[in-house]
């Protein structure tokens, strides 16, 4: 079936220092979202990817989505103490019944 | 906000008992799924649905059930809890059938079994 992994597991950060996670699925996704988790909470939907190469911005967050679409990065500028979580990549597949994969996640850790 | 509803929030049983996770959404989302995640962990996804009377076991290995008998509510069922069940439970919703949209979760339980 359809994996969807993520490097690194665990970043522990200087507030104010870049972190970047990268997320490889094992097959071709019809388009990819993020999600962050903050501590004791439930993910909540970010961003949403479609197009081969696709960039998409939101203030300090830069998304990115592979050429072949089977990959995904998701890199944060300057990080601060509010950027705390476990960041989630989802892929979903391509067909008639499409289901979603989430990867295996990233937790940011920021040292004030 | 999303309308996405889990309960109960916070749940301790004793090894055996039959338990049910009830999970209820209001935005008319065709797709629903259950997850299992320890604390801070990966999400595995232990059950989903397409729509009413559409369900399918996930990648996890699970002793639940679930139904889909109306489109909003989506109960998860362990018949014989055990200290392995411990976990959390998160439920989400999204989209129609044949679409991509974000998913929503619930707040989740927190589930022990001693």
């Known amino acids: 079936g359809q994996q969807v992994m993520q490097i690194p597991q665990y970043q522990h950060v200087q507030e104010g220092e870049d972190f970047t996670t990268y997320c490889n699925s094992s097959?071709?996704?019809?388009?990819i979202q993020w999600y962050k988790q903050r501590p004791g909470g439930h993910p909540v939907f970010l961003i949403q990817?479609?197009?081969?190469?696709e960039v998409k911005k939101q203030k300090r967050l830069t998304f990115q989505f592979g050429e072949a679409k089977k990959n995904s990065s998701l890199h944060i500028t300057a990080t601060q103490t509010t950027d705390v979580g476990t960041y989630f990549c989802?892929?979903?597949?391509?067909?008639?019944?499409?289901?979603?994969?989430f990867g295996t996640g990233t937790k940011l850790q920021v040292i004030p | 906000e999303a309308d996405i509803y889990q309960t109960p929030r916070y749940l301790v049983i004793g090894t055996g008992k039959k338990i049910t996770l009830e999970c209820s959404q209001t935005?008319?989302?065709?797709?629903m799924y259950w997850y299992q995640q320890d604390p801070g962990m990966e999400l595995h996804l232990i059950h989903y649905?397409?729509?009413?009377?559409?369900?399918e076991k996930g990648d996890l290995s699970s002793e639940s059930t679930v139904s889909r008998i109306r489109t909003e509510h989506f109960p998860l069922t362990l018949e014989s809890a055990r200290p392995s069940h411990t976990s959390q439970y998160l439920c989400?919703?999204?989209?129609?059938?044949?679409?991509?949209?974000?998913?929503?979760f619930g707040q989740g339980t927190r589930l022990t079994v001693v």
């Open positions: 989400a919703s999204g989209g129609r059938q044949g679409g991509t949209t974000e998913a929503f």
């Open positions: 097959t071709t996704l019809s388009n």
């Open positions: 990817l479609v197009k081969s190469g």
């Open positions: 989802a892929g979903w597949g391509s067909g008639g019944y499409q289901k979603v994969t």
């Open positions: 935005m008319g989302h065709d797709k």
């Open positions: 649905s397409y729509g009413v009377n559409s369900t």
